[in-house]
């Protein structure tokens, strides 16, 4: 009865490890999917996550049901983190917390919240953006359009027509704005232009929607890399907000993060729970607890939160270093070109500028494994691979 279906097409971001397990070639090199790796190239998990995994074994805890919204301390732990220990709106109760499955679980439960008590209203995504959002926005059936983010020709941020786009947008119309560390670009808005959109959202009745994904890992500073959504909440703007803990606490597979909705009143705040509560029993009932204790005893314990902001500090100053030494090594390699972009970009990512053809070619010849966007994960890249890298894409822009 399913000899109909029709192949679904690769992903384009998890369809590059594929391939890339696939290469035989000795000198390959993935840069497609967004996960840290060592100097060595190989997968981390944070000191901090041991300990408290052993203090989690040593407390004997049972397997029983977590609530509809998720472990109480994590809950608790999770909208401070996000927005603050001076939070009013945390103080008084107005933030609507579920603990969801990281990042992508906690946008689609906000996405169904949408579609159900925001009816027609539509999601701005930014041009371009993460690749999952059109999917995780259009199967909770909400429509989406993009407003205008990157500048070609500077590689960087095009606020006019941002603010021009959240300015023609319908009042109610729901704005995706990146915490920090916009993901494809790495390029993120100053705190002046910050301040820009949030006059524009706030002057035309927007919902901010902010996807945080890399609160401390982009700037190595929890409270740096949560300036919009604080500064958005001092102004008493109403939004939306998702987090994950798979980049900051290397929890990728734990599945660990939260939906909050910041709101004006209490009560509100309450009733919305309620309904992201029902949400999220429909589609899994309630959420995985390992990664929430893990999460919880990091953030409250003061000793393993002191280290945890020193091993955030070392993992985003590696990334700076290659950074740094791509960069560097580009300049030698071709001087007459402006590669700034390379270190003034932030986060995990850079947005190279190579095009599709030319991502191509990256793939083909140097085996250097990426997404046909043209951005490349900098926390895949190990100084010893700088060079080559560096090769290859200067190589590539002649083709
Ligand atoms: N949003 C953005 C912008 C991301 O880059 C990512 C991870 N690549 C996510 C959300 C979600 O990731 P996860 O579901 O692992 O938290």
Redesign the pocket.
């Known amino acids: 009865f399913l000899s109909g279906v029709e192949q679904a097409p690769a992903d384009p971001i998890l369809g590059v490890s594929v391939a890339f397990r696939e290469s035989t070639n000795p000198n390959k090199l993935n840069l497609g999917v967004?996960a840290y790796r060592t100097e060595d190239l190989k997968p981390y998990v944070l000191d901090v996550v041991r300990q408290a995994e052993k203090r989690m074994i040593e407390a004997d805890y049972d397997k029983e049901y977590l609530p509809m919204q998720g472990l109480a301390e994590f809950n608790e732990a999770t909208r401070k983190l996000l927005l603050g220990e001076g939070s009013a709106a945390v103080a008084e109760s107005r933030v609507a917390t579920v603990q969801s499955?990281?990042?992508?679980?906690s946008?689609r439960v906000g996405a169904a919240f949408i579609g159900k008590f925001m009816p027609g209203a539509v999601v701005y995504l930014p041009n371009p953006t993460?690749g999952?959002h059109k999917n995780i926005f259009a199967d909770a059936g909400v429509e989406w359009r993009e407003y205008r983010y990157y500048d070609k020709a500077t590689i960087g941020l095009d606020l006019d027509g941002m603010i021009a786009d959240l300015k023609a947008a319908p009042a109610g119309s729901v704005i995706c704005l990146?915490g920090c560390a916009h993901?494809p670009t790495g390029v993120d808005p100053t705190k002046e232009q910050w301040a820009a959109i949030a006059d524009a959202v706030e002057s035309n009745g927007l919902v901010p929607f902010f996807?945080v994904?890399?609160q401390g890992f982009a700037s190595g500073s929890l409270e740096e890399d949560a300036y919009a959504p604080r500064l958005f909440e001092r102004r008493g703007i109403e939004f939306f907000c998702?987090q994950?803990y798979?980049?900051n606490l290397g929890l990728?597979a734990e599945?660990i993060?939260a939906i909050n909705a910041v709101v004006n009143d209490k009560e509100t705040a309450a009733k919305t729970l309620s309904q992201m509560n029902r949400i999220a029993r429909a589609i899994y009932s309630n959420p995985p607890v390992h990664g929430a204790r893990i999460a919880a005893t990091v953030i409250n314990d003061p000793a393993l939160f002191a280290r945890w902001n020193e091993e955030m500090g070392e993992m985003a100053g590696r990334i700076k270093t290659v950074r740094a030494m791509l960069y560097d090594n580009l300049c030698k390699l071709n001087p007459d070109k402006d590669w700034s972009f390379v270190t003034r970009q932030i986060g995990m990512f850079s947005f190279t500028g190579l095009n599709p053809n030319q991502v191509k070619h990256m793939t083909e010849k140097h085996a250097i494994y990426m997404t046909g966007d043209g951005r490349i994960s900098l926390a895949g890249l190990s100084q010893a691979k700088c060079e080559y890298l560096a090769n290859a894409i200067v190589d590539s822009f002649t083709v």
Do not use: V
């Not at 499955?101 to 679980?105: A, C």
């Open positions: 967004g499955l990281s990042g992508t679980g946008l993460w999952n990146h993901n996807d994904a890399y998702a994950s798979s980049k990728y599945r993060g």
